[in-house]
């Protein structure tokens, strides 16, 4: 089985989100929401967007100087 750094997503209020992707950074992102509806155990297909604030916030939690930069702030 696939180990990907997202697990199930929380169910949340949609948010409306407006921004526009290179074409080859939303098909990645339609692919990891197609691997993970697959092996997250998801009912029903998971949308892209809806990757998209879990994923800036696993970076943010994951990046050592930005944690570094935010305690010496």
Same mark, same amino acid.
Do not use: C, W
């Given at each position: 089985?696939?180990?990907? $750094?997202?697990?199930?997503?929380?169910?949340? $209020? %949609?948010?409306? /989100?407006?921004?526009?992707? %290179? !074409? !080859?950074?939303?098909?990645? /992102?339609?692919?990891? =929401?197609?691997? /993970?509806?697959?092996?997250?155990?998801?009912? $029903? %297909?998971?949308?892209? =967007?809806?990757?998209?604030?879990?994923?800036?916030? *696993?970076?943010?939690?994951?990046? *050592? !100087?930005? !944690?570094? =930069? *935010? *305690?010496? =702030?």
């Amino acid at each position: 089985m696939t180990k990907l $750094k997202l697990g199930p997503l929380a169910d949340d $209020k %949609p948010v409306k /989100l407006t921004m526009e992707l %290179p !074409a !080859a950074v939303f098909r990645d /992102l339609q692919s990891y =929401a197609e691997i /993970l509806t697959h092996t997250g155990g998801a009912t $029903k %297909p998971i949308e892209p =967007a809806k990757l998209i604030v879990p994923m800036i916030e *696993r970076f943010m939690a994951t990046d *050592r !100087a930005f !944690a570094k =930069a *935010r *305690r010496n =702030a």
